[in-house]
């Protein structure tokens, strides 16, 4: 059974290096760049598991009890870029909604729900998307249940 694992967090200047890689802020906006390792702590099993299939990939609920405020984000891993355990980054928009006020805050991490994930998407086009998807196909059943 997965526990919440509370975790000291360090934030360290990796947005330079990020951007050399090609990532932009709007590909890291659902995101949590984590060291590679966290992911079989976090969701009790492996990456290779899953084949590192990007739609199998896990999401990650981060919880900032100072403020009550939880957000979810996809799990990103990157075994370089001067992470380890103790570190994770995300982007400033995530940092804002969680209150981050120092570099060094406790955090509680667990495994997200996947549903909610896509329900609250930081990105408008992808969460209305979604939205529509699942309202039109409630809509969709209710009506073939009623015309059956």
């Known amino acids: 059974m997965n526990k919440n694992r509370e975790i000291q967090v360090e934030f360290i200047d990796i947005a330079k290096d990020i951007q050399k890689e090609g990532f932009s802020d709007e590909m890291l906006l659902d995101k949590i760049i984590l060291h590679s390792t966290q992911y079989e702590k976090i969701f009790n ?62 955090f509680l991490m667990k495994k997200g729900n996947s549903f909610i994930f896509y329900w609250q998407h930081p990105s408008d086009n992808l969460r209305v998307t979604f939205k529509a998807t699942v309202i039109l196909a409630i809509i969709g059943i209710v009506i073939t249940i009623l015309l059956a």
């Open 45 to 106: 099993t492996t990456l290779k598991k899953y084949k590192y299939r990007p739609w199998k990939i896990g999401i990650v609920e981060i919880t900032n009890p100072e403020v009550n405020i939880s957000i979810l984000r996809r799990f990103f891993g990157k075994s370089t870029l001067g992470l380890n355990d103790s570190h994770f980054f995300i982007p400033k928009y995530s940092q804002n909604i969680l209150g981050i006020k120092n570099k060094k805050q406790k």
